[in-house]
Every structure is written in structure tokens, then in C-alpha cells.
């Protein structure tokens, strides 16, 4: 029996929508909303004079087709992501499992990289400077976080750890009879909506003149907010902790935050390459803005 301060899972049903044989889940509408919200901010940010001074930027129509790139790197990355970093060994045995994205599995991680991937490749096919692109997209992607995590919620999934002594623990209908961290919104609080604010205060002080610079700050931020968030997180079933328990004093090493390091050191790096200019494009080219 659950203790006497733990909160029941709200009653949610992940399908937003049904119509007929049709169903919209709420996961699905939260990937739209972070990718509808980021281009919308995105376009806002590109229209802003004062933030890019001289350095180019892409145009309101490359933000247009941009988002399409972004959407499939994110999705292709996640899921390739989760396959190789979570759960090699069942893919090893069933291949065709890996295309049943509907059964779950996607990795932040991997999407990050197929996202850098899909920019990079845009930024080349249209001869912007890549780092434009970078810097928006850490502008912009908390939003998408924010969402996610409120979807990850709404589902009942990668909930947090077993805590029998906090008053807001909820009882996860998959998790147990056992009272959970709320981990999920943990991180929308953190990886969404605080470094969104971050993100919102660093391009008003510094803007996109400084290219990398954002970049570095989203990632080294991301990468805090994650690790802190782990220790309240369950660990994936098939993986466990990689180092230490549930009840070592550091509650346990787990694969997000192994992930989590080179994702540090890289925004680290990032900042300082970017405040020493290394960054910046060779050639300074005027600033252009399409019309909508």
C-alpha cells in the first residue's frame, strides 16, 4: 500500500484524438508543438536587426524548409541513438524491430547529433555558416524539451526513482506499487523551461554576433540540467546503473549521464573557441532577410 502523501497518477488518456481508426497521441502533438514553437521563435529571432549585427543569417524561408531537416534528423537520430546507446543487443537479434518506432525508444542524444548532422548539411547545401544555425537552434530547442517532457508525464514513462519520504511522489501505473520521483517534470522544469530562460537571457546579452557561442552555452547547460535530473531518474530496466547503486552516495552512474560528459566538455570548448573568435565565419558577408 502506498504511503499516505503519495499522489495517484492522474487519469490521462494518451490519446488526444481519436477519429475512427485514426489516433493522435499526445506524444505526437508535443513533437508538433516543440517543432511548430521553435520555428515560430526562430523566425522571430532571424527578423531581429540588433541581434545579428553584421554576421549573416539564414532567411525566413530557409527557416521554413530548415525545420523539415531538423524534424527528420531529430527522428532518425533518436531512434538510431537508442538502438546503439540502450538497447544494442535486442536489435542485434530482431533488425526489423528497429523500425517500430511506435513501440517506443528514442534517445535525446542521438537526436542531438542527427539534428547537428541535418544543420550541417542545410548550412552546406545553402552556403550559410553553420554556427547560425546552431546558435538558433539553442535558442529554440527547449521548447521541443519542455513539451516532450510534459508528454513523457502524460504517458507514464521514464519515471523517476523510488522515494518513499517525498510528499509530491506519484504512483506510476507501470512503475509499481512504490511512490516515484516525478522525474519527467523535473527535467521540463530544468531542460525545457529554465534553460529556455537561459537561453532567452544569453541572446539578449550577447545576440548571434559571437557565433558558437549560444551553441556552447545550450549544450553545457543541457548537459547540467540532465545530470542533476538523473539522479532522480529510473534508470533503463535493460541497462541499471553502469556504476554504484540506488543507495551510493552519489545514487548511482547511469547512461544519461555518461552521455552527458562529452556533451559538457564539447559546450566548454565551444564557449571558449567562440569567445576567442575561432567560430566566427572567414568571411563577413551583409545580413539578408526574405520576406515571409
Given at each position: 500500500?502506498?504511503?499516505?502523501?503519495?499522489?495517484?497518477?492522474?487519469?490521462?488518456?494518451?490519446?488526444?484524438?481519436?477519429?475512427?481508426?485514426?489516433?493522435?497521441?499526445?506524444?505526437?502533438l508535443a513533437y508538433i508543438?516543440?517543432?511548430?514553437?521553435?520555428?515560430?521563435?526562430?523566425?522571430?529571432?532571424?527578423?531581429?536587426?540588433?541581434?545579428?549585427?553584421?554576421?549573416?543569417?539564414?532567411?525566413?524561408?530557409?527557416?521554413?524548409?530548415?525545420?523539415?531537416?531538423?524534424?527528420?534528423?531529430?527522428?532518425?537520430?533518436?531512434?538510431?541513438?537508442?538502438?546503439?546507446?540502450?538497447?544494442?543487443?535486442?536489435y542485434l537479434n530482431d533488425?526489423?524491430?528497429?523500425?517500430?518506432?511506435?513501440?517506443?525508444?528514442?534517445?535525446?542524444?542521438?537526436?542531438?547529433?542527427?539534428?547537428?548532422?541535418?544543420?550541417?548539411?542545410?548550412?552546406?547545401?545553402?552556403?550559410?555558416?553553420?554556427?547560425?544555425?546552431?546558435?538558433?537552434?539553442?535558442?529554440?530547442?527547449?521548447?521541443?524539451?519542455?513539451?516532450?517532457?510534459?508528454?513523457?508525464?502524460?504517458?507514464?514513462?521514464?519515471?523517476?526513482?523510488?522515494?518513499?519520504?517525498?510528499?509530491?511522489?506519484?504512483?506510476?501505473?507501470?512503475?509499481?506499487?512504490?511512490?516515484?520521483?516525478?522525474?519527467?517534470?523535473?527535467?521540463?522544469?530544468?531542460?525545457?523551461?529554465?534553460?529556455?530562460?537561459?537561453?532567452?537571457?544569453?541572446?539578449?546579452?550577447?545576440?548571434?554576433?559571437?557565433?558558437?557561442?549560444?551553441?556552447?552555452?545550450?549544450?553545457?547547460?543541457?548537459?547540467?540540467?540532465?545530470?542533476?535530473?538523473?539522479?532522480?531518474?529510473?534508470?533503463?530496466?535493460?541497462?541499471?546503473?553502469?556504476?554504484?547503486?540506488?543507495?551510493?552516495?552519489?545514487?548511482?552512474?547511469?547512461?544519461?549521464?555518461?552521455?552527458?560528459?562529452?556533451?559538457?566538455?564539447?559546450?566548454?570548448?565551444?564557449?571558449?573557441?567562440?569567445?576567442?573568435?575561432?567560430?566566427?565565419?572567414?568571411?563577413?558577408?551583409?545580413?539578408?532577410?526574405?520576406?515571409?
Amino acid at each position: 500500500m502506498p504511503p499516505l502523501f503519495a499522489l495517484p497518477f492522474p487519469a490521462i488518456d494518451p490519446v488526444a484524438l481519436a477519429i475512427g481508426p485514426i489516433t493522435i497521441k499526445w506524444y505526437a502533438l508535443a513533437y508538433i508543438a516543440g517543432l511548430l514553437g521553435a520555428w515560430f521563435y526562430a523566425r522571430r529571432l532571424v527578423a531581429a536587426d540588433r541581434f545579428w549585427g553584421a554576421n549573416r543569417r539564414p532567411s525566413l524561408n530557409d527557416i521554413d524548409d530548415l525545420i523539415v531537416w531538423v524534424a527528420l534528423g531529430v527522428v532518425l537520430g533518436g531512434r538510431l541513438g537508442y538502438v546503439l546507446f540502450y538497447n544494442l543487443p535486442l536489435y542485434l537479434n530482431d533488425p526489423l524491430e528497429i523500425l517500430a518506432i511506435r513501440n517506443g525508444g528514442m534517445s535525446f542524444h542521438g537526436g542531438f547529433l542527427g539534428a547537428v548532422l541535418a544543420m550541417t548539411l542545410f548550412a552546406r547545401s545553402r552556403k550559410l555558416p553553420p554556427f547560425s544555425l546552431f546558435d538558433l537552434a539553442a535558442v529554440t530547442v527547449p521548447i521541443g524539451l519542455f513539451f516532450g517532457r510534459i508528454a513523457n508525464f502524460v504517458n507514464g514513462e521514464l519515471w523517476g526513482r523510488i522515494a518513499p519520504d517525498f510528499d509530491y511522489a506519484v504512483v506510476f501505473p507501470s512503475g509499481g506499487p512504490l511512490p516515484r520521483h516525478p522525474s519527467q517534470l523535473y527535467e521540463a522544469a530544468t531542460e525545457g523551461a529554465l534553460l529556455f530562460v537561459v537561453m532567452a537571457i544569453a541572446v539578449r546579452l550577447f545576440g548571434f554576433r559571437r557565433p558558437g557561442l549560444l551553441s556552447g552555452i545550450f549544450v553545457l547547460g543541457y548537459a547540467l540540467a540532465r545530470i542533476v535530473c538523473e539522479f532522480f531518474r529510473e534508470p533503463d530496466r535493460q541497462l541499471g546503473y553502469l556504476f554504484g547503486t540506488e543507495g551510493w552516495p552519489l545514487g548511482g552512474i547511469t547512461m544519461g549521464m555518461l552521455l552527458c560528459v562529452p556533451m559538457a566538455l564539447v559546450g566548454i570548448a565551444t564557449i571558449l573557441l567562440a569567445l576567442r573568435g575561432v567560430t566566427a565565419p572567414r568571411e563577413v558577408v551583409p545580413a539578408r532577410v526574405d520576406a515571409a
